[in-house]
């Protein structure tokens, strides 16, 4: 007798780029465990109720769920976890007998690749670009993990960003200054610098050419922890400009290796065996770049 294989899946727009499917189907076969991941692109945020109604319909075990759509399942969800909850944003779903219970990840993620350098951030400036989920998931894990003197916010909207920031409730445990994404001086006063946007991921039109940070300006110095959350491609032009200059970086991939960590365990009640899965993915990217 055959046993029943669980789904797993990413819920995002024009996500077939993602390598999270070769992440969770990796570890799921290292461990022999009757797990499927795959992508389901969906195209219009009206969707999202039918597409949550129908995970449940049919008992798919969850969800990771990405741009643009970490804010919009919220309100469909049954439960939210205590990280979820304080930034209202969702990366994980759970489906917990026909309850759909959302999670974030990303908050612990973020951190962990960055505690190596506690000591040069607490106290400190910090950069973040982005409004979105992926941004205020970085601010939490600054608050919790890191305590930096300010963050400056890089947004393209202002008002939208302070909405935003409003509605989650966040208490200024240190202060949160908006900036415009174009006013890039202070860049140069950071110590950690954050790419929360998409800009710079191949497969997204133009963008994986692009950083959000021009490389000409000669903004980024030796000082400077340069984190880019986007991991296709494994070396982003935001990184190259930050090698350039001398700069500590971080690659997307260590964020997307562990928050796949947390995901998998909600999911499985299993550690993912995190070298075997980083060697196969490594190798699978060197692959990509040659083709």
Request: glycine share 8%.
């Amino acid at each position: 007798m055959t046993k029943a294989i669980k789904i797993l899946g990413l819920i995002g727009r024009a996500v077939d780029y993602s390598y999270s499917p070769l992440i969770h189907n990796t570890a799921c076969e290292i461990l022999g465990i009757p797990y499927y991941y795959t992508v389901f692109n969906i195209a219009d945020p009206v969707l999202i109720p039918d597409a949550l109604r129908g995970a449940k319909a049919l008992g798919i075990a969850g969800f990771n769920v990405t741009i643009p759509y970490k804010k919009t399942v919220v309100p469909f969800l049954d439960e939210l976890s205590h990280e979820a909850t304080v930034i209202k944003a969702v990366n994980t779903i759970v489906n917990d007998n026909g309850r759909l219970i959302g999670h974030n990840t990303d908050i612990t993620g973020f951190a962990t690749p960055l505690l190596p350098y506690k000591g040069r951030i607490t106290d400190n400036l910090v950069g973040i670009f982005g409004g979105g989920g992926a941004a205020l998931a970085a601010i939490e894990a600054f608050k919790q993990f890191f305590m930096p003197k300010e963050i400056l916010l890089f947004v393209r909207d202002p008002k939208k960003a302070r909405l935003l920031l409003d509605e989650t409730g966040y208490k200024e445990t240190f202060p949160i200054t908006l900036v415009k994404s174009d006013d890039l001086e202070k860049v140069r006063e950071c110590r950690v610098i954050v790419n929360a946007t998409p800009i710079g991921t191949k497969g997204r039109d133009n963008e994986g050419y692009n950083s959000v940070i021009p490389v000409e300006q000669n903004l980024i110095n030796h000082d400077q922890i340069v984190y880019d959350m986007v991991y296709n491609p494994l070396d982003t032009p935001l990184l190259q400009a930050a090698r350039q200059a001398n700069a500590t970086t971080i690659s997307g991939i260590e964020m997307l290796i562990g928050q796949a960590d947390r995901s998998f365990t909600l999911w499985t009640g299993m550690p993912m065996p995190i070298a075997d899965v980083r060697k196969t993915l490594l190798k699978k990217i060197q692959e990509n770049v040659y083709k």
